[in-house]
Antibody, heavy 117, light 110 residues
Framework: EVQLVESGGGLVQPGGSLRLSCAAS????????MNWVRQAPGKGLEWVSY????????YYADSVRGRFTISRDNAKNSLYLQMISLRAEDTALYYC??????????WGQGILVTVSS | QAVVTQEPSLTVSPGGTVTLTCDSS?????????PYWFQQKPGQAPRTLIY???NKHSWTPARFSGSLLGGKAALTLSGAQPEDEADYYC??????????FGGGTKLTVL
């Protein structure tokens, strides 16, 4: 059974940093692309970032490019999102989503990031 | 910067049929946008219903179908059930490195 479990969220001040993790199980993690998707409270979904299975190909949404860094550790079956220079508008529930057959075929339960002073 | 637009809300009667659409500000939506449709119920993560315009996952109820209609991507629900009440999001790809979600449609079954 595919499982994705996010962690590392919390309250951070504007300008601060946070690192999200996503622990994957139930599939051969290194073989598949992964994504981060976020959802501001009461709002819609926003694709944030993509990483290939090997980690060599990476893409970002314009809204986070230069501030967020996606990475993965295939030996630990883990996906990461390093976030710096956080803004109030980054407040959201952050989901990791797999791309085993298709984009977003499995999702984690989400982890809340709140940027506020 | 492209914008993807969906109906903010729709209502369908139980057993009825409804079509949700997904439009792009850059022009007609085509199969090259690889349209996806996701369902999200309150407090839950999204779930993929349709990918690449019209393909279904094993968990997609047969009453959902995807298509291209009048220059838009479309999700048709035939025979609505109370459990279909949810938010529905489309996703379009604009090249290999950019994916944009629509603003979502709140579907009420009433």
């Amino acid at each position: 059974e595919v499982q994705l479990v996010e962690s590392g969220g919390g309250l951070v001040q504007p300008g601060g940093s946070l690192r999200l993790s996503c622990a994957a199980s139930g599939f051969t993690f290194s073989n598949y692309e992964m994504n981060w998707v976020r959802q501001a409270p009461g709002k819609g979904l926003e694709w944030v970032s993509y990483i290939s299975g090997s980690g060599t190909t990476i893409y970002y949404a314009d809204s986070v490019r230069g501030r967020f860094t996606i990475s993965r550790d295939n030996a630990k079956n883990s996906l990461y999102l390093q976030m710096i220079s956080l803004r109030a508008e980054d407040t959201a529930l952050y989901y990791c989503a797999s791309e085993i057959r298709t984009f977003g075929d499995y999702w984690g339960q989400g982890i809340l990031v709140t940027v506020s002073s | 910067q492209a914008v993807v637009t969906q109906e903010p809300s729709l209502t369908v009667s139980p057993g009825g049929t409804v079509t949700l659409t997904c439009d792009s500000s850059t022009g007609a939506v085509t199969s090259g946008h690889y349209p996806y449709w996701f369902q999200q119920k309150p407090g839950q993560a999204p779930r993929t219903l349709i990918y690449d315009t019209s393909n279904k996952h094993s968990w997609t109820p047969a009453r959902f179908s995807g298509s291209l209609l009048g220059g838009k991507a479309a999700l048709t629900l035939s025979g609505a059930q109370p459990e279909d009440e949810a938010d529905y999001y489309c996703l379009l790809s604009f090249g290999i490195a950019r994916k944009l979600f629509g603003g979502g449609t709140k579907l009420t079954v009433l």
